[in-house]
């Protein structure tokens, strides 16, 4: 039994790197396909002139920094904008007058282009702190209206169960709120965090600080280096790839740990 669940796993594993395969042998042939039909390197680089130069970026220790800062501050925004949008998400689930007062500045966020709020951060903040400003201000907005969301939209009936035990606020916070609150959260990060890659980039290209992907995107476009710019962009997606593929793992991880310490009230509640 055991060996054909085991044989049984291993070809659907095989099937799914099977299908991954053809999708990227299929648009590396279109991109390949496009780069003769133009037949100009200015336009279109081609795909085997991509893969020779980002050879040559992997020994380059100074590639390694760029993807190292742009990394490190466009993370940091983005942790950043979880926290505030978790405990901004939780008071206004709680106060519907400061819920009222706020709607406003999420409407503004989720509406205004991001390079405006890029241009206007050059103003108010050093370069350096840009990407960390913009990728907060759109991570913000999604985990606070998911948060909001789930907790105000929490089964009333086990409210009132818990209010007929006698819970305090913290119980109850720990038993129905936050097991109600953590599959829209972990939801929203994951959403989130494709939103908060592009937007610190983009905050990179226009505020250009030293050694980070965006300056080097701004100096391709610049210099018409097309085999540059197009190498840095298949940079920006493969780490954009395995930032959400880690960013999954842990959070799945993080969801099951705090539905099994936190869940058991709900789960009881429906025996």
């Given at each position: 039994m055991m060996t054909s669940i085991s044989e049984h796993n291993k070809k659907v594993t095989i099937k799914k790197f099977m299908k991954t395969a053809l999708t990227i042998v299929f648009w590396l042939g279109l991109w390949f396909c496009a780069y003769k039909i133009v037949g100009l390197d200015v336009l279109i680089a081609s795909p085997i002139d991509v893969a020779k130069r980002l050879l040559e970026f992997l020994p380059d220790g100074n590639f390694?920094?760029?993807?190292?800062?742009?990394?490190?501050?466009?993370?940091?925004?983005?942790?950043?904008?979880?926290?505030m949008g978790s405990v901004f998400g939780i008071i206004t689930?709680?106060?519907?007058?400061?819920?009222?007062?706020?709607?406003?500045?999420?409407?503004?966020?989720?509406?205004?282009p991001v390079v405006s709020f890029i241009i206007l951060a050059l103003v108010w903040l050093p370069k350096v702190s840009v990407p960390i400003f913009i990728t907060t201000l759109m991570v913000m907005p999604i985990v606070w209206a998911n948060v909001t969301s789930s907790i105000v939209n929490t089964d009333k009936e086990l409210i009132e169960m818990a209010n007929a035990y006698n819970f305090g606020f913290s119980k109850k916070m720990k038993l129905i709120f936050l097991p109600s609150a953590v599959p829209a959260f972990v939801a929203a990060c994951k959403t989130a965090v494709?939103?908060?890659?592009?937007?610190?980039?983009?905050?990179?290209?226009?505020?250009?600080?030293?050694n980070s992907i965006g300056i080097n995107l701004r100096n391709s476009q610049v210099y018409i280096e097309t085999v540059d710019l197009f190498s840095w962009t298949v940079v920006v997606i493969v780490l954009s790839l395995i930032l959400e593929k880690l960013l999954v793992s842990i959070l799945d991880l993080c969801f099951k740990k705090v539905m099994s310490k936190g869940g058991y009230f709900i789960e009881n509640t429906d025996k």
């Open positions: 390694w920094l760029t993807i190292f800062n742009s990394f490190k501050g466009i993370s940091l925004g983005y942790i950043i904008g979880v926290f689930a709680f106060s519907s007058t400061l819920n009222t007062l706020f709607k406003p500045f999420l409407t503004a966020v989720k509406t205004t494709g939103l908060g890659w592009k937007a610190g980039i983009a905050a990179e290209v226009l505020c250009t600080p030293q």
